[in-house]
């Protein structure tokens, strides 16, 4: 029997504005999601696959524009309803989860407050039905202490936590539709699994249909029922999710694929040189805090953590949110003070300099952040980002201008891009650019913090391909901090994992993966995608 799909789109075209590098954002889009089914959207950053989701939920930014096609939720067409009646629907028939928490949420206000706003707006509930249905539905979603979450400002919560609370939002007016725009992008792969999980109970016990985009394809793999691949605007195919991942027609698609990091580490590399290029010893790091009575509260955050990084040779650190990877990285850099131990740049113990000692010698390791549009500064023209560093440590600034050169044809970037604006390339060239920032101070040691987790898949084997060749050419110990155990497999010459401020386990990458020892490691293994 013919049941009426929950959401429905037909030949969906929407234009972008004149001048654009294309005349659509999306061309000819099809597809329909029946009710208790998962669509997943997949293809390479700029592919449309947002634009889409917007389209649906009525947020379509003021410069873009459906021209022909349509958008139905449960037989009522979307682009024809008007603003009141789209704020209606939001909500009370479907609801989105995006990427980021932290910009979902209103940083000011208590999470239990936004979630009675949500139900003030779409209700006429009285206070306590409105307070009894928020704990009961930050419960579904399994936050422990449910009160004090309702209490809580969003910067008070991890991650995790958040996207929770975003998913509360959501789902708590049991919609027909929830929308998922990369919703486990940043999280680590436990709190990823743990998120999928509560996303496919809430989709069981609601019967919704779900519309969910990532650049994921374990995720994918894990939770679809049918696939649609999209790029520059098109649908390059779609079908059954089995058939579309083990069989795929489409050469894109092939691509997309073969740029999934394999969990089969490469064979092990040695090291260039016996001295280390940097070392640690016993580091630890206690943050203390009072209370309006000024009783001091200790967090250990780190303790006694250790480790030797040599020429040519990478170590990854993983491991969970809040584990201490970013801490004791954030010590190794001098970015923050350990409490305790010893740091050596070189033969340099700078565990205890003062900064104006310390400053002369920070061009021995450099930093690669996670997000390179908070990396580069977007008033600023590239060929300055660049220069800056290199002229802090005395180069003038014609060397400084000729080394910049040299550094974009390095990263495989032509010599106009010193001219432009950081808004002026996509994000795998921005953070190319952030690469090629750090290498201008000429480092030894190469820290990359999470550097290629926002990335789509294809992006991200490029950059990890980049990191390798400048490694082999330069000489650089890399130091490379991930979440994803798939990047750490095929980047990586040895791993340390890290769990609540301890290394666990630490080995070779072959043998560790083969082996894990220590029950933590066998529950990070386990919760990563293995489908495809």
């Not at 239990?112 to 539905?137: C, F, M, N, P, Y």
């Not at 990478?314 to 305790?340: F, H, N």
């Not at 550094?407 to 190319?432: C, D, M, N, T, W």
């Amino acid at each position: 029997m013919w049941t009426m799909p929950v959401l429905a789109i037909e030949n969906l075209h929407i234009a972008l504005p004149a001048g654009a590098d294309r005349p659509y954002a999306i061309q000819n889009i099809s597809l329909t999601i029946e009710a208790g089914k998962t669509l997943c959207v997949v293809g390479e950053s700029g592919s449309g696959k947002s634009v889409m989701a917007t389209a649906v939920i009525g947020l379509l930014a003021k410069e873009l524009t459906a021209t022909q096609g349509g958008i139905s939720l449960n037989g009522e067409a979307l682009l024809q309803a008007s603003p009141r009646r789209l704020r209606d629907l939001r909500g009370r028939s479907m609801g989105m989860v995006f990427q980021e928490p932290m910009t979902a949420l209103n940083p000011v206000m208590r999470c239990g407050d936004q979630i009675k706003e949500l139900l003030r707006t779409h209700t006429d509930w009285s206070a306590a039905k409105r307070q009894q249905e928020v704990l009961s539905v930050l419960q579904r979603v399994k936050l422990l202490d449910p009160e004090r979450m309702m209490r809580s400002f969003p910067h008070q919560l991890s991650g995790g936590q958040r996207q929770r609370i975003v998913i509360a939002m959501a789902c708590i007016l049991k919609p027909a539709l929830l929308i998922c725009d990369e919703p486990t992008t940043a999280l680590d792969v436990t709190t990823q699994k743990e998120i999928l999980r509560l996303i496919d109970e809430l989709q069981r016990e609601q019967g919704c249909a779900v519309l969910f985009i990532t650049h994921d394809m374990g995720v994918v793999a894990e939770i679809a029922d049918d696939v649609l691949v999209m790029n520059q605007g098109l649908a390059v195919e779609l079908g059954a999710a089995t058939e579309v991942l083990k069989n795929p027609q489409q050469a894109y698609t092939q691509m997309l694929l073969a740029a999934v990091p394999s969990m089969q580490p490469p064979p092990a590399r040695h090291p260039r040189a016996r001295e280390p290029l940097l070392r640690a010893e016993r580091v630890g790091k206690t943050y203390i805090s009072r209370d309006w009575l000024g009783r001091a509260r200790h967090t250990q955050a780190l303790h006694d953590t250790a480790l030797e990084l040599r020429a040519g040779e990478t170590i990854g650190i993983v491991g969970e949110s809040g584990s201490g990877k970013s801490t004791l990285a954030r010590c190794i850099m001098r970015l923050i003070d350990p409490t305790k131990g010893e740091i050596y740049w070189g033969p340099n113990k700078i565990g205890t300099l003062p900064e104006s000692q310390l400053r002369p010698l920070r061009s021995h390791i450099q930093v690669v952040f996670q997000d390179p549009n908070r990396s580069l500064n977007p008033r600023r023209k590239i060929i300055d980002s660049l220069c800056e560093g290199a002229i802090n440590f005395g180069a003038s600034r014609a060397d400084a201008i000729s080394a910049a050169s040299q550094i974009l044809h390095k990263v495989k970037l032509p010599q106009e891009a010193l001219q432009r604006y950081p808004s002026q390339f996509s994000g795998g060239q921005r953070q190319r650019l952030a690469i090629a920032r750090a290498l201008m101070c000429r480092p030894q040691v190469l820290v990359a913090d999470e550097a290629v987790s926002a990335l789509d898949v294809s992006v991200q084997a490029q950059i990890l391909q980049l990191l390798r060749e400048v490694q082999a050419e330069l000489g650089l110990g890399l130091l490379f901090i991930t979440h994803d155990l798939r990047v750490a497999a095929q980047l990586c010459d040895r791993v340390l994992v890290m769990h609540q401020g301890r290394i666990v386990e630490q080995g070779k990458t072959a043998d560790l993966y083969a082996s894990p020892q220590q029950d933590y490691t066998r529950r990070l293994f386990d919760a990563a995608p293995k489908n495809i």
